[in-house]
């Protein structure tokens, strides 16, 4: 049997451009006095390996950039007797849409496993869980503050537009006919990042971003790897900067209907408030399948 308690091990924050990374990072240090940060390592793989490298315990702690993390969250004891190469990882709220999920959370890596692997920039696929198997933790370790700016709000509603879209981790060839075969609970965080967030300070550049990364998507404007290219995302965003916010978000729920048969009702402030007041998170817990 081998349990671990978090903060036994070394923790690593990872912080690349997050307009709020030194608030969170002051944060992170109350916590967990002896964290380490890895700041400005360019791509999600290499970021990772470099903790790795710097890991003087078998397992170690990662938090990303945007992370607000919670009184408890390094209080939650490990036991990974029987699939000792699993990632645990720990729920995170988002601020924008309230959904919470694995997305941008706490995470605990074994050092060889990640090491061994190869993913985002040097490898295949746009997200780890597709590499290694996930252990989920149901336990709300964080919250994702990624609406501090227009551009990271958008990026973040882009990014998860084009991951929520896969079937077994890769985009549809035919997304009218495969769409009932997303993942069901990917399947409502996608509508979810589509439609929620006018109630929050630039949530409808996530909005945006999460219509815009699936249309772009599945009509052939981009491959899904841009989404690992934050330089993709600065080029991008010197054009989408001076854009009406409201005025594409209705264009591309009607291209999205149009094209894909998708339906995106465009909810106001206090329907959004009302849906995060009343929709019930699914358990997390075991490993993800």
């Not at 074994?110 to 040097?122: A, I, P």
């Not at 909810?267 to 009343?278: E, P």
């Amino acid at each position: 049997m081998t349990e671990y308690w978090p903060r036994d091990l070394d923790t690593f924050y990872i912080s690349y451009d997050e307009p709020n990374s030194e608030e969170n990072w002051a944060r992170v240090l109350e916590i967990i006095p002896n964290a380490k940060r890895i700041h400005r390592v360019k791509g999600f793989d290499s970021a990772h390996k470099a903790c790795a490298l710097a890991s003087s315990t078998s397992r170690f702690m990662t938090i990303d950039g945007d992370n607000w993390i919670t009184d408890q969250a390094f209080d939650q004891l490990l036991d990974d007797t029987g699939h000792e190469d699993v990632v645990f990882s720990f729920k995170s709220k988002n601020a924008i849409n309230g959904l919470e999920y694995g997305n941008g959370g706490i995470k605990c890596w074994d050092r060889l496993v990640l090491l061994n692997s190869n993913t985002h920039e040097n490898g295949d696929t746009t997200d780890f869980c597709w590499t290694m198997r996930y252990y989920q933790i149901d336990f709300l370790g964080s919250v994702s503050v990624n609406n501090a700016t227009p551009f990271q709000a958008w990026r973040a509603g882009f990014r998860e537009g084009v991951k929520m879209s896969y079937v077994d981790g890769k985009p549809m060839s035919d997304p009218i006919a495969e769409r009932s075969l997303i993942y069901q609970g990917n399947r409502s965080k996608l509508n979810v990042w589509m439609t929620i967030g006018r109630d929050i300070t630039h949530g409808t550049w996530a909005m945006l971003g999460a219509r815009q990364g699936f249309h772009q998507l599945y009509t052939g404007e981009i491959e899904n790897s841009v989404i690992n290219d934050y330089s993709w995302f600065d080029k991008q965003w010197k054009k989408m900067q001076f854009v009406n916010v409201d005025q594409m978000l209705l264009q591309y729920a009607r291209r999205l209907r149009e094209d894909f048969d998708m339906i995106i009702p465009e909810l106001d402030q206090l329907s959004s408030i009302w849906f995060k007041s009343n929709y019930m998170h699914p358990p997390r817990k075991g490993l993800m399948l």
